[in-house]
């Protein structure tokens, strides 16, 4: 069983930045691919951003690219979405997830996840 637990939302005024954390406990015996999701009231999760499970290339979505970074640090099992610039339109819960598949190295969709964290909510005001 693997646990993930987010931290770093919070409330920031547009323009400002973020520092998303989100920390794997359990059966890490290998390195996962995981994500970045985010929730609008009412939508569905939206893809953000993702981390190979073979290295630490990323890929992230046009809305947020060159604004918000996600890394890995595999010594503390935690990955990171660096959120800078940020805008109202950016307001959501953020969710990490880890996938299990070892088909591909990364993933975009939130359905080839295996695991979310409880969510953080990211409140940007104008």
């Known amino acids: 069983q693997v646990e993930l637990v987010e931290s770093g939302g919070g409330l920031v005024q547009a323009g400002g930045s973020l520092r998303l954390s989100c920390a794997t406990s359990?059966?890490?015996?290998?390195?996962?691919?995981m994500g970045w999701f985010r929730q609008f009231p009412g939508k569905e999760r939206e893809f953000v951003a993702a981390?190979?499970?073979?290295?630490?290339?990323?890929y992230h979505q046009h809305s947020v690219r060159g604004r918000f970074t996600m890394s890995r640090d595999s010594a503390k099992n935690t990955v990171f979405l660096q959120m800078n610039s940020l805008k109202p339109e950016d307001t959501a819960v953020y969710y990490c997830?880890?996938?299990?598949?070892?088909?591909?190295?990364?993933?975009?969709?939130?359905?080839?996840?295996?695991?979310w964290g409880q969510g953080t909510q990211v409140t940007v005001s104008s």
């Open positions: 359990g059966r890490t015996d290998r390195t996962y691919a």
């Open positions: 981390i190979s499970r073979l290295d630490n290339t990323t």
């Open positions: 997830a880890l996938a299990r598949s070892r088909i591909a190295a990364m993933y975009m969709v939130a359905s080839d996840y295996d695991y």
